[in-house]
């Protein structure tokens, strides 16, 4: 049986923190909590960081649960290889006041293959990464992930939507690229014009390579795929004092076509039900890529923001279940938040999940799917502290 101790911790915790989170803000901040006598269990207690925390363009935290989740499953992947079973003990507060507790149990055995998920391992956590440069579409591996995602997801516990009256859960869709197209530009551009998303978003990118920050958390030039002499010029002028000015030049600039849109998106909206068009075979030239939402039934009673904060963090878990089953068949994702965040986008999509599939949903996470055609940079993570017991 695997001893607990800090030194193991601290390896876990080293692979646990290969978690994705929005803007790459690594949010979590676990603590060790050792067994106090031989018959109480180890404990790892996560708090929020609050200065790590997206407050303008995550209102709900519903990026940081989803981010929590990620990093309990990254935990829990890595703590079973070693054959330490993570069980939830606690999910308390929501947002910044979340504190989850993991209890720790040593198994006799390493865990046998289990039937609902592929059994990850630390390298798997290691190995994933999102891709926003150039991908190709894949239909085989595409296809044989899609359906064991799908049954992974219905095996959780958390069944795929059933007709017009959805079960309790969540599902996983695939979009048809055109509407993908039109709400993505619509939805890039709903970011921009908000002078206050736009600004906190700046906080993130990390375009000055001699900044020990470019190493440790946020969006690199390298990850976002930014020439280097570009970057040099951002670097320059992404400064704490110039951000607010760039943030409400670049809104006013594209304030007209965010009212543009609003009125486009309400009158789409109305026709949408007599449109049917299947996706185009290709867009400038090379076949589009899959594109996927994580959707949640939106018909449950609303059960309490803690329970809403538990929800999320379900989610976030079979997100990263769902990221490392496309990567273990060659697959990247390329994240779009956007889509789920703006009113207008996120309600299209809804839309598009009532009439095409009969769900009442709303999607939680939206994201392209193909190959990697180039080397993808690696993303930075905060060193993680030597646990002293
Ligand atoms: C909840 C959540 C939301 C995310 N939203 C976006 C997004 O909108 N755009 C994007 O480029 N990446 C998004 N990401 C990906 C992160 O930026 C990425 O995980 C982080 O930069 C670390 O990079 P890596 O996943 O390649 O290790 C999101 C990740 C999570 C967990």
């Not at 207690?45 to 309990?72: E, I, Y």
């Not at 309490?304 to 538990?310: M, P």
């Not at 878990?317 to 990221?323: D, V």
């Not at 769900?359 to 939680?364: C, F, I, N």
């Amino acid at each position: 049986m695997m001893a607990i101790t800090a030194t193991l911790i601290a390896e876990l915790f080293a692979h646990a923190a290969r978690s994705p989170s929005a803007h790459n803000t690594q949010p979590w901040i676990p603590r060790f909590a050792p067994a106090t006598t031989p018959r109480s269990p180890a404990e790892v207690h996560v708090a929020v960081d609050p200065a790590r925390t997206l407050p303008v363009g995550d209102p709900n935290s519903q990026d940081l649960h989803l981010a929590m989740g990620c990093w309990v499953e990254s935990f829990t992947i890595a703590a079973a290889e070693v054959g330490i079973h993570v069980g939830i003990g606690s999910v308390r507060g929501r947002g910044p006041a979340l504190e989850i507790r993991l209890v720790l149990t040593a198994l006799p055995d390493r865990p046998g293959a289990s039937d609902l998920w592929p059994r990850f391992t630390s390298a798997d956590l290691h190995h994933r990464q999102v891709d926003r440069g150039p991908m190709r579409r894949a239909e085989e591996p595409f296809a044989t992930a899609f359906a064991a995602a799908e049954r992974g997801l219905a095996a959780s516990g958390t069944a795929p939507f059933e007709g017009r009256a959805p079960t309790k859960g969540m599902a996983l869709v695939e979009v048809p690229h055109d509407l993908w197209e039109t709400n993505l530009a619509r939805a890039t551009r709903y970011s921009y014009s908000h002078a206050d998303i736009f600004t906190e978003t700046l906080e993130w990118l990390r375009f000055d390579r001699r900044a020990s920050s470019y190493a440790q958390d946020g969006l690199s030039a390298d990850c976002l795929q930014i020439p280097r002499t570009l970057a040099a010029v951002a670097a320059r002028l992404n400064t704490a004092r110039l951000r607010p000015w760039i943030g409400a030049l670049t809104s006013a600039a594209l304030a007209p076509v965010e009212l543009i849109d609003r009125l486009r998106a309400s009158v789409v909206r109305r026709t949408s039900r007599d449109r049917r068009s299947p996706a185009p075979a290709s867009t400038g030239g090379s076949a589009p890529l899959h594109h996927l939402v994580l959707v949640k039934d939106s018909t449950a009673p609303s059960a309490g923001a803690d329970s809403l904060a538990k929800q999320e963090i379900e989610l976030g878990r079979n997100l990263l279940r769902i990221w490392l089953l496309l990567d273990r068949h060659g697959l990247r994702v390329d994240v779009h938040s956007e889509i789920k965040d703006c009113p207008q986008t996120r309600s299209a999509v809804s839309d598009y999940l009532l009439d095409d599939h009969g769900m009442h949903a709303l999607p939680v996470a939206a994201f392209s799917v193909g190959l990697s055609t180039t080397a993808v940079p690696r993303s930075a993570r905060r060193p993680v502290e030597p646990i002293h017991s």
